[in-house]
């Protein structure tokens, strides 16, 4: 009996042992799920498929880094390019929320953002924040407020959805290293009717003065639009150097 009631005492203890244990494994694990849950959400969020080098027979650009930024604020860009041109020709009109995709430094962002006026808003979008940054200091030294930079990824522009009445891409869709998904993102964005307006030097033309990898033919644009769920609503072939596409949402077409 003495011996049984010895034998019962350690197998207390040795019960007690188990139940510290056991708590400490649960607050172990309810650490490892607390600091786990962001990462996993992180690394959904930042996970693109690989970058492609090719699509539809087109070499994709690389990205323009912001150490070139200058050259997209030249004095000789209004007299090579006729931008003032091109925003008439966008048609913006005041309250309505517009997108400068791959907005750079804001040489159209700022244009946009005095359009639109006080009651509309320009969603200025670029994967680099140093171009973000630089956008914000030509902002503020224009005391423009109506602009709401997003640093967007390669595949996701973070844009709200259905909420933008235009969207401009100024020579940025032929650097696109995701082109679909980008594709996909600005069509739910755009609200009925809204439309996505496409500038891209064109390759026809031997006298624009751009590397050929920089520049975008017509027909490759139709190759690579319309089965992403575009339309072709417009053209407008007056600037000197570039093609301006007007596209919106094609109803009919079945999101993959
Ligand atoms: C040649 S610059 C044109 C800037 C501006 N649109 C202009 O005309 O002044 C191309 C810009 O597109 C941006 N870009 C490239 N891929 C992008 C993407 N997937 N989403 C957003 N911006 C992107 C680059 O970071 C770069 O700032």
């Given at each position: 009996?003495?011996s049984?009631?010895?034998?019962?005492?350690?197998?207390a203890?040795h019960?007690?042992?188990?139940?510290?244990?056991f708590?400490?494994?649960?607050v172990w694990l309810?650490?490892v799920v607390f600091?786990?849950?962001?990462?996993?959400?992180?690394?959904?969020?930042?996970?693109?498929?690989?970058?492609?080098?090719?699509?539809?027979?087109?070499?994709i650009?690389?990205?323009?880094?912001?150490?070139?930024?200058?050259?997209?604020?030249r004095?000789?860009?209004?007299?090579?390019?006729?931008?003032?041109?091109l925003?008439?020709a966008?048609?913006i009109?005041?309250?309505?929320?517009?997108?400068?995709?791959?907005?750079?430094?804001?040489?159209?962002?700022?244009r946009?953002?005095?359009?639109?006026?006080?009651?509309?808003?320009?969603?200025a979008?670029?994967?680099q924040?140093?171009?973000?940054h630089?956008?914000?200091l030509?902002?503020?030294?224009?005391?423009?407020?109506?602009?709401?930079?997003?640093?967007?990824?390669l595949?996701?522009?973070?844009?709200?959805?259905?909420e933008?009445?235009l969207?401009l891409?100024?020579?940025?869709?032929?650097?696109f290293?995701?082109?679909?998904q980008?594709?996909?993102?600005?069509?739910r964005?755009?609200k009925p009717?809204?439309?996505?307006a496409?500038?891209e030097f064109?390759?026809?033309?031997?006298e624009v003065p751009?590397?050929?990898l920089?520049?975008?033919?017509?027909?490759q644009?139709?190759?690579?639009?319309?089965p992403?769920?575009?339309?072709?609503?417009?053209?407008?072939?007056?600037?000197?150097?570039q093609?301006?596409m007007?596209f919106e949402r094609?109803?009919?077409?079945?999101e993959?």
């Open positions: 009996m003495k049984d009631f010895r034998r019962l005492r350690p197998q203890g019960k007690g042992r188990d139940g510290r244990q708590f400490r494994l649960f309810l650490a600091l786990c849950a962001p990462i996993t959400g992180a690394a959904e969020d930042a996970k693109p498929p690989k970058p492609l080098t090719k699509y539809k027979g087109r070499k650009a690389p990205t323009m880094t912001y150490h070139g930024a200058d050259w997209l604020i004095n000789t860009r209004e007299q090579e390019e006729h931008c003032n041109t925003i008439e966008l048609k009109k005041p309250g309505q929320a517009v997108c400068d995709m791959g907005c750079g430094n804001g040489f159209y962002t700022l946009m953002a005095r359009l639109v006026g006080k009651d509309g808003r320009v969603l979008i670029d994967v924040p140093e171009m973000l630089l956008l914000d030509r902002a503020k030294a224009e005391q423009i407020e109506n602009i709401e930079p997003i640093q967007g990824t595949i996701d522009p973070k844009l709200p959805e259905a933008v009445d969207i891409l100024v020579d940025v869709y032929h650097e290293s995701h082109p679909e980008m594709l996909q993102a600005m069509r964005a755009l009717h809204g439309r996505l496409l500038v064109r390759l026809e033309d031997p751009i590397k050929l920089h520049k975008m033919s017509k027909a644009i139709m190759k690579e639009l319309p992403n769920g575009f339309k072709l609503v417009e053209e407008y072939e007056k600037l000197p150097w093609h301006v007007f094609d109803e009919e077409h079945e993959p």
